[in-house]
């Protein structure tokens, strides 16, 4: 088995810059690395001053994941905004001390341009929604900052902000642009490039800034965006500031929300060393999570183990071991997976979701977390799961859960099962096993729900797994929550409407590899449609619209020739033509 | 100016049966016509015993609305819908006595197959979304009847529901099916067409009825759905019913949701006459509503009357004029302009939206119907107007409001602005009319906000016009609702935020053409993502969750190869070829 090391590989494709377009499916067909440290920033750096942290943008123009676009006037493409995630995540993990955090430009006269507009236009339509969704999560993540960790978050708009860079500033919670007679915010993606900002700018606009939709309207078809008073008095910023008063103003406001944050200031920061992974052919292995990768099936079976037998569960061992720690190793392992496999593993279509270990292990570390959510740390573990979670939720992939003996679906763990589209639980033992009584011979599995599934890993629209899975039936979900902590056999799971089926041995093969086979043959699009539907029943959020119903409305729109065709204004953006459209209006 | 009766039009397309693919882009260009009657439905038909009407389908297989297709196992199309919404009309506004309502299959075996496939494949995209809303918005109908008419729907599913015929089966109350050994109900778009169910399914399966979404992830997978116990059990249908005893349980069940509906039993119907109006190829004429089409401009003027100066505005006017009265002869007129322009009139992209006439009649016109609400026709008309005003907020049309001296925009009219993309008001009056001081030289125009405006009327996120314009925002809510009934001016209307832009004179033919022609220079399929996200800020609903997150997928799957592609799912389907897929997920 040859074993790839793929960030050496995104590093070649960082530092090859060509405008041929041929060569654009190759370097997007490379393995893309998630992992990144400051230290290997091109793009992003990050000034710590005492409680407020400033993250600064200043795009490498030749910095481009993929060749053929220069990364212009702080436009950015995947890997500008692979630094970015990193850069929020290390903040809230090796950086108790930060409680609030200013994003701003490093280049004059310039905030940020947004999404490469070469890069969108000559991307292929699955790089352009995978690398929407994970800006979308990025950007969300930093309102899960605001909100749960304490770092509150300020756009010092510095310069034009327009497009993605404006849906940037749109994720903070206070906006403060610069009135310099030149610097506006905009979202010129209708009138220069014929698609929607598609990085939350409408929903944010009217759902949480509560611009007036009329407004709105109008800001969407001005290019050259609005400025100063202007912008404030229409909610699209809270504050013009004069530049000669800019930077004060910007440390005043910064200083009065961490002044006001809720985290707490004791401790010292964790590290978040590059995880160690092999990646090869058919298979990608972490220490508590490995893939396997079947390129006939199209399958990815996922399997996540639990802590080791070695393993202390308590407060003082995760601020000791800090990354190390089960819940957070596991957490980081499998969020990087989820990543590689959404950006790298197109056609493997069906993940199977195992889990394997002690759930008594898995339960001591999760109630770890409860007890101790005052502490800045697990608080930071526990939304972190949560943020993982919700990529699964998401992920474009039909997901089964497969639970059998030896597994440990309990707690933290079960939310993968609850989160899967469908669960096949083992009725009983595998019988080639069990009449050996050999050491493989574990007994019937059995799932365990507890106080972590009842409320404290939300998904998008803010209710529980469990919530979303009964919605309606609130019987049913009382019936659940008098047995929170007990062990619960096939027999009982299926009762509770906990999983879906529960096959006995003799049934068991059969009844999974015809799901894998029919999942198979199904159409990959109508797929992602379903799922994205059946996956949020009830209320709905900025998050489950910016999932669904933007970024649906986005994917349609991408599709079309009036965008990506020839004529299309994305491919004509900056060839002095004008695009061709289609004037149906469906 | 040719005046041309498209009634007679759409028979002519309804008669013609060639499987010729190539004569489909023509048949489709013919104007459909949404106006009927029940002695002219070929696919419908209703039967009425005494509190209980029974809608019986029957599809006419040669009587499909435009050629190529056989209308197969009660399978639909767009002229088989217009019967049922005309239908569903008539029972609330003929039919007071009608207190429940069993929608039934006449044909052997099969309740009905839902959308016909052959239609599906062969039609352009736009005729596939026109069509997919319409069905949609008649489907909402039957469950705004139910909850606000007193007139409670029952799906008697006496044969195999697949599909759409099992989607509006979703749409009613309550669903009984036969339990013969194979009568089922089923959403088999994803595995045998590669497309959503795309008429609700997905979202009530487990926003209305909670089904669990695993469940209903394997439901849809299932080509020949669920029978009996096990879809009770899974809440898909409420009863499973022997063929022996079903039509006695049906009609048990009718009477008791007869027996406890809130429609009051007194009153004689009013009747529907078909409306009249002229065609011609740059206008559309009705007495209340006309609109004059610019096709180089991709407009349609659409200006609606007020009450004439002998109207009387009473109780006993509604039920004596009935269909005459203004209220609803303006909005069947609008209803009726509103399908005609969306499904014939593609191409012209911006609606101004114009009244005139005076608004004190508005006023005396929608204050009898908040005086009346208690009576069975004031309550439906005040519905249909809700409906018809909903219809204008999923049109992909931009709608532009011109609010002129001599305009009404008061009350139920003010919705029309309210609707709108962005509007335009005229501060003082047009100069060259002022000063001849004529008969045509009205007083500046003003606007009139009145309860009817807060809440009567509420949109498909249950919020009124008026509280999505200001989400968020309830001071300039409350700051709205101090000024009911009271004339506002231009500048008046742009302080409290009703209005856009309010230019003079001297600049309003400028910026309303410069917006129209800016409008047009956009990319159609941006501008519907738009405004479809702009349109419902706040709280979501089955509707709402349905014509924006559900449709939109479906949009984009109807684009993709998968389906619609030569070598898609829908295209292949029936041909004995199993489809061939570009595998990647996105």
Redesign the interface.
């Given at each position: 088995m040859t074993m790839v090391n793929t960030t050496a590989q995104a590093d070649n494709a960082e530092n090859v810059l060509s405008p041929d377009a041929e060569e654009q499916a190759a370097a997007e067909a490379h393995v893309v690395s998630f992992q990144t440290t400051p230290e290997r920033y091109r793009h992003w750096s990050i000034g710590i001053d005492g409680p407020v942290a400033t993250l600064t943008m200043a795009v490498a123009e030749d910095g481009g994941l993929v060749p053929g676009y220069a990364l212009k006037l702080n436009s950015y493409d995947l890997g500008v905004d692979i630094e970015l995630y990193d850069a929020v995540q290390r903040l809230r993990f090796e950086h108790p001390e930060v409680r609030s955090v200013v994003i701003t430009g490093g280049l004059d006269k310039v905030f940020c341009a947004g999404a490469n507009i070469r890069m969108l236009a000559s991307s292929s339509?699955?790089w352009k929604?995978?690398f929407c969704k994970f800006t979308n999560e990025t950007r969300n993540g930093i309102e899960d900052a605001t909100a749960n960790s304490g770092q509150r978050y300020l756009a010092a708009v510095n310069g034009t902000a327009s497009g993605g860079g404006y849906e940037l500033a749109l994720a903070c919670e206070q906006i403060l642009l610069v009135d310099d007679g030149s610097s506006a915010v905009s979202l010129p993606?209708?009138?220069l490039?014929?698609?929607?900002p598609g990085t939350g700018g409408?929903?944010r606009?009217?759902?949480k800034r509560?611009v007036?939709?009329?407004?709105?309207?109008?800001f969407?078809?001005l290019p050259e965006g609005v400025r100063g008073e202007t912008a404030a008095r229409w909610r699209l910023i809270d504050e013009s500031v004069p530049r000669n008063a800019f930077s004060e103003r910007v440390r005043e406001l910064a200083e009065e929300a961490a002044a006001t944050s809720a985290r707490p200031a004791e401790g010292a920061g964790i590290a978040l060393p590059t995880l160690q992974r092999d990646i090869a052919e058919a298979e990608v292995r972490y220490r508590y999570v490995r893939a396997t990768l079947d390129r006939d099936e199209?399958t990815v079976s996922v399997t996540v183990s639990g802590p080791d037998e070695a393993a202390d569960p308590s407060l003082e061992a995760l601020h000791r071991q800090g990354s190390d720690y089960w819940t957070l190793a596991m957490t980081r392992e499998l969020d990087d997976l989820i990543l590689h496999l959404r950006t790298n593993e197109?056609?493997?279509?069906t993940w199977l979701l195992r889990t394997e270990g002690d759930a008594t292990r898995v339960l001591a570390h999760d109630q770890m977390l409860i007890d101790n959510s005052g502490d800045w740390l697990a608080n930071e573990v526990l939304h972190y799961l949560k943020r993982t979670l919700k990529r699964l939720d998401v992920t474009?992939?039909s997901l089964i859960a497969l639970i059998e003996p030896g597994s440990c679906f309990a707690g933290s763990l079960l939310e993968l099962a609850l989160a899967?589209?469908?669960?096949y639980m083992l009725d009983g033992v595998f019988e080639d096993t069990a009449v050996e009584d050999s050491d493989d011979a574990a007994p019937p599995a059995a799932i365990i729900v507890t106080a972590l599934n009842d409320g404290l890993l939300p998904m998008g629209n803010d209710l529980s797994r469990l919530g979303?899975?009964?919605?309606?039936?609130d019987d049913a979900v009382q019936q659940v929550k008098k047995r929170l902590g007990e062990a619960m056999s096939a027999a009982e799971a299926l009762e509770f409407?906990l999983?879906?089926f529960g096959p006995d041995d003799l049934d068991w093969e059969d009844e999974v590899r015809l799901a894998v086979e029919?999942?198979a043959?199904?159409?990959?699009?109508?797929?992602?449609?379903?799922?994205?539907?059946?996956?949020f029943?009830?209320?709905?959020t900025v998050e489950t619209?910016i999932f669904?119903?933007?970024t649906?409305?986005?994917?349609?729109?991408f599709?079309?020739p009036?965008?990506s065709g020839a004529d299309?204004?994305l491919r004509r953006f900056g060839t002095g033509q004008r695009?061709t459209?289609?004037?149906?209006?469906?």
């Open positions: 339509h699955a929604v995978n993606e209708l009138p490039l014929g698609v929607l409408l929903t606009i009217v759902d509560h007036r939709r009329d407004l709105a309207d109008v969407a078809t199209g197109l056609e493997l279509g474009s992939r899967a589209d469908r669960s979303t899975r009964f919605f309606g039936q409407g999983v879906t029919e999942r043959s199904f159409s990959p699009d109508a797929l992602t449609g379903l799922e994205a539907n059946y996956r029943a009830g209320p709905e619209k669904g119903r933007l649906a409305w986005q994917n349609w729109i599709n079309r009036n965008a299309g204004a695009a459209f289609d004037r149906k209006r469906v």
